[in-house]
């Protein structure tokens, strides 16, 4: 796990998401550990319904939905 961790703090951001979807796959039973440890990129997508930008992220979430309300 110790290793894990390392390998994610040197990893650049552009791949790790990559990364950490390949240590899931390579330590299934750390899978809640790496997920609390490890923090991802926010991303910003488009709701064409408003025509404004928003971040996809669990704060945004509206059940399944993380579009924007207008």
Request: net charge negative; aromatic share 6%.
């Amino acid at each position: 796990m110790e290793a894990a961790l390392g390998l994610m703090r040197r990893m650049p951001l552009s791949l790790s998401r990559t990364a950490l979807s390949s240590l899931l796959l390579l330590l299934p039973d750390h899978s809640s550990e790496l997920l609390s440890l490890v923090d991802q990129p926010l991303e910003v997508l488009w709701d064409e319904g408003c025509g404004k930008q928003f971040l996809l992220c669990d704060y945004n979430r509206d059940g399944d939905s993380h579009m924007w309300h207008c």
